[in-house]
């Protein structure tokens, strides 16, 4: 497997608009993150109510679920792999309900990040579902491997 060549903060922050099946979900959501064999999943996120706080525009915000939810993953292959996301709906009494998925390429994320220093914040429309985003914190770290 050669080595190591980096490793890869990731923190999920935020997602909304989780409908699927017509029917809109925000409560037990979770979201898994895979990297190759390497998997990890936030906590349950908590739903953020903007406090009431009607913004200048008069429209109200969708709420947001938060996580806030830090992962870090070991990178083997940076010009083959692929980061997924999939949100998911805990169910205490069937299988979780499946609320989306997204992929980032890891040279995407690579290419994107040798632009500006730091991480960078990406918003990721999921797939096969009505609707639904999340938003994710992405810092790179990559070790030169002789």
């Not at 999920?12 to 390497?38: A, D, M, W």
């Not at 008069?58 to 870090?72: A, D, E, T």
């Not at 709906?89 to 040798?114: T, V, Y």
């Not at 960078?120 to 770290?141: A, M, N, W, Y």
């Amino acid at each position: 497997m050669g080595p190591t060549c980096g490793r890869l903060l990731v923190l999920v922050q935020k997602g909304k608009r989780f409908i699927s099946s017509g029917k809109s979900h925000n409560e037990n959501i979770y979201c898994k993150v895979t990297l190759g064999p390497q998997e990890q999943q936030t906590d349950i996120a908590k739903e953020n109510i903007n406090n009431g706080n009607i913004p200048q525009s008069g429209i109200p915000q969708i709420p947001s679920l938060v996580w806030n939810y830090s992962m870090q993953f070991q990178l083997r292959n940076i010009n083959q792999e692929v980061l997924t996301f999939v949100v998911l709906e805990q169910n205490p009494f069937a299988p979780d309900e499946f609320l989306g998925r997204a992929e980032l390429k890891l040279k995407d994320i690579l290419k994107e990040s040798q632009n500006h220093n730091g991480p960078i914040t990406k918003k990721l429309i999921l797939h096969q579902v009505e609707s639904g985003e999340l938003v994710v914190k992405l810092d790179l770290h990559l070790f030169n491997s002789y």
